[in-house]
Nanobody, 123 residues
Framework: QVRLVESGGGLVQAGGSLRLSCVASGRTSSRFAMGWFRQAPGKEREFVAATSWSGGNTYYGDSVKGRFTIDRDNAKNTVYLQMNSLKPEDTAVYYC????????????????WGQGTQVTVSS
């Protein structure tokens, strides 16, 4: 079992930045792909970004390309999401996800999930 705990969410003005963190505990000896998803009220969960265990491969949703960056520190069992040039439409609960096999770009590709952290971008 893997426990994921997100932090770093909050309220920010449009154009600002936030850096989310997700710390994994439990079966962290496995090589997990990690990802970030988000869900706004009344909308489906949306893929944001993902990274392979080594960090050598990264993937982004079209709506965040060029603004968000995912990276990880395996020594700290932590994955980060740097969010720049934030827009009001980025407002959502952001979830960290992990998968011991491959991961991917859909919710079904990930096995373990955190509880989420709220990001609110004001206009």
């Amino acid at each position: 079992q893997v426990r994921l705990v997100e932090s770093g969410g909050g309220l920010v003005q449009a154009g600002g930045s936030l850096r989310l963190s997700c710390v994994a505990s439990g079966r962290t000896s496995s090589r997990f792909a990690m990802g970030w998803f988000r869900q706004a009220p009344g909308k489906e969960r949306e893929f944001v970004a993902a990274t392979s265990w080594s960090g050598g491969n990264t993937y982004y949703g079209d709506s965040v390309k060029g603004r968000f960056t995912i990276d990880r520190d395996n020594a700290k069992n932590t994955v980060y999401l740097q969010m720049n040039s934030l827009k009001p439409e980025d407002t959502a609960v952001y979830y960290c996800a992990a998968d011991p096999v491959v991961g991917g770009t859909t919710s079904a590709d990930f096995t373990f999930w955190g509880q989420g952290t709220q990001v609110t971008v004001s206009s």
